[in-house]
């Protein structure tokens, strides 16, 4: 199975600051990545895919790059509905897996 | 809109079976794959499989298989998925999901609201 590494697991930023959340895969996964933000008791939510698409009505402060092993997801300009979990997810073979979420926290 | 709801939460005895329904609505049901994703309490997400409603084809999880059924009734768009032998750690929130794009993308942009299974004596 793929594994999939998340840094950093928490962070505590403030409304304004550049944050930069880092994924790693054990393996090359091309660009088959997607980021999730969640929120505490709801679903995760879609925001970029095939690791740098923007999904419909995301804000343009969020943005992706990366590919192979290493991928980065951006937010610009962190603004308070930003702080959430946020999930990376690859879909290069079987299973697809996620990984273990990094939580962004008031500073 | 694409909405996915799903059945309420459940507690379960260890040994146990447990089953999720996930009912779609907002478009047609048969030309994209449904996906069931777990996320135990304080955890991260784990995909376990989808089906195909249009043929009721499957893709599992290895570690799911042998415990787990995923079937889909085209005629009142609902998914299901069953998950037997239950053990302390299936204590999770079951979502289901659907594809962005037709057929199977491989992400999730629609999702249901999640249905809670307690495994407990």
């Known amino acids: 199975d793929i594994q999939m590494t998340q840094s950093p697991s928490n962070l505590s930023a403030s409304v304004g600051d550049r944050v930069t959340i880092t994924c790693r895969a054990s393996q090359s996964i091309s660009s088959r990545l997607a980021w999730y933000q969640q929120k505490p008791g709801t679903a995760p939510k879609l925001l970029i895919y095939t690791a740098s698409t923007l999904e419909i009505g995301v804000p343009s402060r969020f943005s992706g790059s990366g590919s192979g092993t290493e991928f980065t997801l951006t937010i610009s300009s962190l603004q308070p509905d930003d702080f959430a979990t946020y999930y990376c997810q690859h879909y290069y073979n079987y299973p697809w897996t996620f990984g273990r979420g990094t939580k962004v926290e008031i500073k | 809109q694409v909405q996915l709801v799903q059945s309420g939460a459940e507690v379960k005895k260890p040994g146990a079976s447990m089953m999720v329904s996930c009912k779609a609505s907002?478009?047609?049901?048969?030309?994209?794959?449904i996906h069931w994703v777990r996320q135990a309490p304080g955890q991260g997400l784990e995909w376990m499989g989808w089906i195909n409603p249009s043929r009721g084809g499957t893709k599992l999880a290895q570690e799911f298989r042998g415990r787990i059924t995923l079937t889909s009734d085209t005629s009142s768009n609902t998914s299901y998925i069953e998950l037997s032998r239950l053990r302390y750690d299936d204590t999770a929130v079951y979502y289901c999901a659907r594809d962005l794009s037709y057929g199977n993308s491989g992400y999730f942009a629609y999702w249901g609201q999640g249905t809670l299974v307690t495994v407990s004596s």
């Open positions: 907002g478009y047609t049901f048969v030309d994209y794959y």
